[in-house]
Every structure is written in C-alpha cells, then in structure tokens.
C-alpha cells in the first residue's frame, strides 16, 4: 500500500500487523522518524537487526536470509536497513516473492522517490507500506520540537522552539539532542515539568545554525576549497560534533536530490527555487545558496556525493576517535569534486 506524508501517521496504524516491509524514501530525517514511528508501534520489536543498502546490492539473498531467519534467542525481532536509491530493489523483490513470512523490515531510502522501482514494487501490496517524505519547513519542525518538549516536561514558547528548529538545521534528530540536552540541564520531566528559557539554551552550548555547521555546508557544496580550513577550524572552536555535522550534509543532499527530481534535466533552477519559496519549502536565505548547489551537483554526480556522505557515516560510526580528522579528509574532497578538480 501508499501513503503520503500527510496521512502517515493514520496508513501506519493500519499497517501494523498487516505490512512486514515498509519503505520511506525522499528527506532523510523525516523517513528515519518514520521508522522509528513504525517501530514504536511494533507490539514486539525484539533484537534489532541493521543492514546497509549496499551489502544488500552486493548479496541480494542476505536480507531473505536475515529475515527468516530466527533470533539467536528465539525472540522476535525486526530489521531496519539504511540505503541510497534503489540499492535494495533486488533484496526486497527475493523477499516479497518468497512464501515465507518474515520479520518486520523497516528501510530508510535516502534519494530515492516514490517513483523509484522499490516503491513502484511494494506500492500495490497489502504487506508493504511506502511512503516518500518531503524537507520540513521551519513551522513544522519547531512544532516538532513543542511536541518533544512536552514529552521531556519542558514549557517552550514558539520563538524559543523555532530557534531549536533553526539550530538543528531543520533535522529532527538532532532537535532531539537538543531538547534532551536542555531537559537533562533543566532536571525536567514529564511528572515535573519545567520551564525553559533562552539563558537555559545558551547554557547548554546550543548554537543557531548560522554559527554552526551552515557555513561549512555551503562553502563544501559549491566547492570553495579555499575556505574550507577555516571553517574546519572555526567547527572545531564551536565543539560540533562530527557526525551531527555530517548530518546536516546529508540533509543538503537529500534536499538536492529532491529538488533535482523535480527540476527534471532540462528544468530552470531559477525558477524552480522561486516557486519553491513562494510555497515556503525553502528559505529565502537559501535560495542563492541551493541555486549554486544545484547547478552542481546533479544527475549521477549527486548519486556519487550521497554514496560518499553514506560512507563517510559509516567511517565515522566505526572510528569515532578519529571522526574529526575522517571528517575534515571526507569534507576536503567533496569541496574539490564541487570545484571541478576531483
């Protein structure tokens, strides 16, 4: 079965217990909270079992095999799979054709489109649930963020919430850092909620993404090799962490390839992002900023830059005392493809 972003929430409570593969695709954070949403939901999740998309592209059998396979302890458990585009088309057509039921598979697909062939795949059947999320708007993650604040016990305004939103990069995940963070500092809970002001933000060390990882972003994308040390120094003066960096570059990317879908290869970028802030999916202050991006980063060229966000991530996960240097060497060679000379 399809969803769309709106209905969501309503086509997932449907799905649970019906659907055992369940594929959200489009912007990144907004199909991971979706995973998590699904999981939440699940009665029994049991052992949690990751794959990549592409040890899946190199051995399609395996996720058939994982699926079907019982936990070491006889639990239940589900598998959630983190892929770039269609990586995992021929690994999800072995599983849905097989007789047996598995256990819930849950697949985050950065870059790729409900018009990709696993969505086209799974959209018809009644034990799949596909769904394509679109980059938040500013309205909508800081609502986001009131809505985990109230979760943590904390009282935050709308300006103070929107500054969250603003500091995260409009990532969900990592709003969530925040107001857990400012909960912790705070001694805030459900049971003895507290009010939280923008001294209590500061204290925490929050920063507004101006001051963070904004800049490192665009000057990386448009290939400004020649700034990128100070911002790599200024990143470490500000204490960002390294893969919360990394995230707000798969944002980008995942924000690129959404408006590179539909921009279509012979589309006017102006024009695109003028339509695409009238409607509020973009800020005005981006604007110049993605228009340069964009001209750059396109068709099988933005395909390579997610594959090497999508490694970067797991270097960083695997080598977390060296993430900053790993960063800075992942980041060096991203500017010098943008720039033309890589």
């Not at 794959?51 to 239940?76: C, H, I, M, Q, Y």
């Not at 598979?105 to 394509?132: G, Q, Y």
């Not at 603003?166 to 001694?187: H, I, P, Y």
Request: with cysteine.
């Amino acid at each position: 079965m399809k969803a769309t972003q709106k209905d969501f929430a309503t086509a997932a409570q449907r799905a649970i217990g019906k659907a055992r593969v369940f594929f959200f695709c489009g912007d990144d954070a907004s199909a991971h909270d979706a995973a998590q949403s699904v999981l939440a939901m699940l009665p029994e999740p049991g052992e949690r079992i990751e794959l990549s998309g592409a040890e899946l592209k190199r051995d399609p059998v395996k996720l058939s095999d994982e699926a079907r396979s019982n936990s070491l302890f006889g639990e239940t458990r589900h598998i959630l799979i983190r892929a770039q585009g269609d990586e995992v088309f021929d690994a999800v057509e072995n599983l849905v054709t097989a007789e047996v039921e598995p256990c819930p598979v849950l697949i985050v697909a950065s870059s790729a489109t409900d018009k990709s062939r696993t969505a086209k795949l799974l959209a018809d059947r009644p034990d799949a649930l596909t769904v394509m999320f679109y980059p938040p708007d500013l309205r909508s993650v800081a609502t986001a963020v009131r809505a985990m604040a109230d979760a943590a016990g904390l009282r935050i305004g709308g300006d103070l919430a929107e500054r969250i939103a603003r500091a995260s990069g409009l990532d969900t995940r990592l709003a969530q850092s925040e107001v857990t963070k400012l909960a912790l500092f705070l001694d805030a809970s459900p049971e003895s909620p507290r009010n939280a002001d923008t001294a209590a933000l500061d204290a925490i060390g929050a920063r507004t993404e101006d001051d963070g990882f904004g800049a490192l972003v665009n000057v990386v994308l448009a290939g400004e090799a020649g700034k990128l040390p100070n911002e790599l120094r200024r990143m470490r003066e500000l204490g960002l962490n390294p893969v919360g960096t990394l995230l707000a570059f798969e944002r980008r990317a995942a924000q690129l390839a959404a408006l590179a879908a539909r921009l279509g290869p012979r589309g006017d970028v102006t024009a695109l992002l003028a339509a695409e802030k009238a409607a509020r999916r973009i800020f005005w202050k981006d604007e110049r900023d993605l228009g340069v991006q964009l001209r750059k980063w396109r068709g099988k060229k933005l395909e390579r830059l997610v594959d090497k966000l999508a490694g970067l991530h797991r270097s960083l996960m695997r080598d977390s005392q060296n993430s900053e240097l790993l960063l800075a060497q992942g980041l060096a060679e991203i500017a010098r493809a943008a720039g033309g000379r890589a």
